[in-house]
C-alpha cells in the first residue's frame, strides 16, 4: 500500500538519479542507431514512435496504481474515475506541460536524426541553464554565487564541444553537413527552453497538490498521447494512411520505445523526490557514458581536443554547481 515515507528517501533520490543515466544513455544511443541504421524498407515514423511512448506510459502508471492498491480492481476503479475521470480540470491543467513535452520528443528525432550523440547531448546540457532560470521564475528557487560560476563553465564548455572541426570533405559535402548540423543545434536548443519550462511546471504541480505522481503522470500521458497523434497525422498522415502507424517498426523501434517510456517513469520519480535541478547532474555522466560509446562502437563520432576540454569543463560545472547547493545549504555565501 502507498505508505508515506517517514524519512526522506534520500537512498530511493540517488538510485532513481542512477537509473536515469543508464536510461538516458541508451536512449540516446539506440535512438541514434535506429535513425541512421541502414534498412531495406522504410524507416519507422518518429512521430509514431513518440505516440507509442506515450501510449506505454499510461499503461504502466495505470499498472503501479494498481499495484499500489494491493491488486484490488475495486480500488483502481475508485481512482481512476475519481482522480482522473471526474476531474477533467486537474488533467486540463496537465495539458500545457504535455504539449510542450509532445513538441520536444518530436524535436529531440530531429537532433538525433542531423547531429551524432556525443555532440547532441553535450548541447542539450543547456537545459541545466533554463532549468535554473524557471525554477527561479516559477518556483522561486535561489541560486548562489558557485552556482551562477558553474552556470558560466557550462556555456563555455558547450561552446567549445560545439567548435567546428576540420571538416574533410568536398566543399559540396560540408556544406550540407554543417546545414544539417545547424538544423540538429537549432532543434536542441528549443528543446533546452521547452525542458526546463515543462520541467519546472510538472514540478510545481506535483509539489503544490496532494495526487499521487502516477496520477499526475496519466494526466500528463492522456493529453500527451492527444498532442502526439496530432503531430503523427498532421506530419505524416500519408503515410500512416497508406500503411499504418507501425510502419517499419522492427525490434530496435520497440527498444526505443520502451526505454522513452521508462524515461518518462524514472523522470517522474526523481522530479518526485528530488528536483529538476538535481535531476540535470544525471546527464553528465550520461556523457562521458555515450562519448566512450559512441567512439567504441558507433564510429560515428570522432572527437577532437577541444571535445575533451569542453566535456571536461560540462563536467567540473556540474561538480562545481552540486558544491554550491551544499555550500548554500550550509549558509554560506548570499543567494542572489
Ligand atoms: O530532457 P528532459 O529531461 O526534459 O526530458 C523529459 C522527458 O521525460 C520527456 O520525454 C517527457 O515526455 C518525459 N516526461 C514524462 N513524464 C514526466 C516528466 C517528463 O514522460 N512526468
Redesign the pocket.
Known sequence: SPSPAVTPPTKLKYISLGVLVLQNTSLVLTMRYSRTLKEDGPRYLASSAVVSAEML?IVACIFLIFRDHTFSWRALNHVLREEIVNKPKETLKLAIPSGI?TF??NLLYVALSNLDAATYQVTYQL?ILTTALFSMSMLGKRLGIYQWLSLLVLMAGIALVQWPAEAPGTPEQTEASSSSQLVGVLAVLAACCS?GF??VY?EKILKETTQSVWVR?IQ?GLS?LIFGLVVMFVHDGEAVRESSMFRGYNRLTWTVVLL?AF??LV??TV?KYADNIL?SFAAPFSIILSCIISYLWLADFDPTSLFFLGTVLVIAATVLYGYGERAKAAGSPQSV
Open positions: 506510459k513535452y520536444q520528443n537545459k525542458s515543462a520541467g510538472f503522470n500528463l500527451g522513452q524515461g518518462g523522470i517522474a522530479i535531476k
